[in-house]
């Protein structure tokens, strides 16, 4: 990845876009459940999105595998598609902005402070 292309975030784009091509090719119940998945993981995002890229690969990659399994979403994902990525984002240790802004709060006080 060059200067520019990190700069202007057409690194991402390309990579958000084959993502999607490459969710277009699972079974109809498994794309809906990867818009879910999406739409819980955006939140945890930081300003450019490139905290999500990895995490984004995997699940992707494990829906990929339990479908050509056979597998269905419920057995791979549970009820809860909820739960399933706030378990990922913890585990990845994606903050969303409320947790960036309390830390920087935190950071210019303390320096304030004199600590």
């Known amino acids: ?6 700069v202007t975030g057409s690194d991402i784009t390309n990579e958000y876009k084959a ?6 090719k699972l079974p ?3 794309q809906v459940a990867w818009e879910k998945i999406k739409a819980n993981l955006w ?14 690969d995997g699940v992707l990659g494990l829906l990929e595998e ?7 979403v419920q057995e791979v ?9 706030l378990a990922l984002v913890g585990e990845e240790g994606a903050k969303n902005y ?8 935190n950071n210019n006080i303390a320096r304030k402070l004199g600590k």
């Open 1 to 6: 990845m060059n200067f520019w292309d990190k």
């Open 19 to 24: 993502f999607e091509k490459r969710a277009k």
């Open 28 to 30: 109809v119940d498994y």
């Open 43 to 56: 939140p945890h995002s930081d300003f450019t999105g490139r905290n999500l890229m990895p995490i984004l």
């Open 66 to 72: 339990t479908a050509t399994d056979g597998q269905s």
């Open 77 to 85: 994902l549970g009820d809860d598609i909820t739960g399933f990525c």
């Open 98 to 105: 409320r947790d960036k802004w309390r830390e920087q709060l």
